[in-house]
C-alpha cells in the first residue's frame, strides 16, 4: 500500500493516487492543518470519500504524534531535545512540517474526533465499506435516528417518528428496554468495539446481544460528504408548515382528551378515589384548548388576496401570532411542558389508542 507524503504527512493510500486525487487530499490536509473551513470539488468517480477518509485520518495520527513530541518536548529535563535524534524530532515538528503546521498555539489537550456526516444511509454504508479497504483501523461510531437503529419492535413498529421519540424515552425512563438496560455490560464487548461497523451491523448485533448502541457525540473535525444539498437541509431545518387540518387536529386532540379526563376526574370525586396517572389535569387542558381556539381565531383574522396568491410576512410577524394567543417568550415554556405531558401520556397509555397526537406533535415541535 503505497505511502504518500502530503504537506508533511504521510498518508496511506490503497493504490497510486492519481494526481487530481493528491490534490484533493492536499487540501483537505490544508484545511486541517489551517484550522480552517473549505469547499472542495472533484469530478464524479475521482474517489473523493476515499481521499476524505485517508487524509483526514491520516493527519489525525500524524497531529496525535504532533502532540506526544511536544508534550514530552515541554517535560524534557535531561535536554534530549537539544542534541541527537530528540533534536531532529524537534526541529522537524516546529518548522512547519508538523500536522498542525508547527505552531502549539489552539493544541487540543485531546484526541480529536472526526464526524463524517453523509446525506444518505446508503453514502454512510458506502463509505464504511471504502474505509475498510485501507489501512486505517479507527474507532467508529455510526450515528443514526431510531428509525434506522431501534430495535425495540413496539418502538420501531410506531409510522410516526414523534411517537417513537416520546415512546422510546418513557420506557428507557422507566428501564423497559431491556436493549438500553444492557448497554452498560456490553460496552467493552469485542464484536462492538473491534472492527467497522455500519448501520446495518449495529443493528444486527444489538438483536444479538439485546443491547442498546450508546453515542455520545463529540468531536472536533466536521466533514460532510455531498454536501451541495446541505443549504437545503439547514432551510428545512428552521422552517415548518402549519395548517388549517393541523390546527383542527389540535383542537380536536386536546378536545377528546379533556372529555376523558373529565370523565375521570368525576369518577375520582364520586368514589373519593384518585386513579389518575396524569400530572395535568383538566383545568390546564381547558387553557390549552382556549389557546388553540384564540390562534385560530387570530389566523382567520388575516386578510388574504382574492387571487389566492397568500402573503409574505417579516419573520418577526410569527411572535405577534403567537402572542394572540398569550405564547411568547415569558409563557411558551409552560404551554411546551404541558404539551410534552400530554403527548408521552397519550403515546404511552390506553388512551393514546383512541386519541392521535399528530397535531399537538407538530405544534410542540413547532415552538422548540
Known sequence: MPTLKIRGVDVEFPFVPYACQQVYMAKVI?????????????????????????????????????????SLRRSDTDGVFNSGFGKDLSEDLYNGHGAWGGSDEGMLMEKPRIIYASR???????????????????????????????????????????????????????????FHNHLDEKKSDKEFTEGLLDIEDLVKLGQKHKRAHGIELKGHVLIFDEAHNVEKMCEESVSFDFTSYDLAS???????????????????????????????????????????????????????????????KPGGYIYELLGKAKLTFDTYTQALDLLEKIISHLTNSPTGMFIKTSGLQKFSDILK
Request: charged share 20%.
Open 250 to 312: 389540535c383542537i380536536d386532540e386536546t378536545s377528546k382528551l379533556l372529555e376523558k379526563n373529565v370523565e375521570v376526574e368525576s369518577l375520582n370525586q364520586q368514589f373519593n378515589t384518585d386513579s389518575s396517572a396524569v400530572d395535568f389535569d383538566s383545568a390546564e387542558l381547558y387553557q390549552l384548548k382556549a389557546l388553540f381556539l384564540i390562534l385560530e381565531e387570530a389566523i382567520d383574522e388575516i386578510q388574504l388576496p382574492l387571487q389566492g396568491s397568500g402573503i409574505t
Open 30 to 70: 490544508q484545511c486541517l492543518q489551517e484550522k480552517t473551513n473549505g469547499i472542495l470539488e472533484s469530478p464524479t468517480g475521482t474517489g473523493k470519500t476515499l481521499c476524505l477518509l485517508c487524509a483526514t485520518l491520516a493527519w489525525r495520527q500524524s497531529f496525535i504524534a504532533d502532540q506526544q513530541l511536544q
Open 120 to 178: 444518505t444511509h446508503s453514502q454512510l454504508s458506502q463509505a464504511i465499506q471504502q474505509l475498510k479497504d485501507t489501512s486505517y483501523r479507527p474507532k467508529v461510531c455510526i450515528l443514526g435516528s431510531r428509525e434506522q437503529l431501534c430495535i425495540h419492535t413496539e418502538v420501531s413498529s410506531q409510522q410516526n417518528n414523534n411517537t417513537m421519540v416520546y415512546m422510546c424515552r418513557a420506557k428507557v425512563g422507566a428501564r423497559m428496554c431491556n
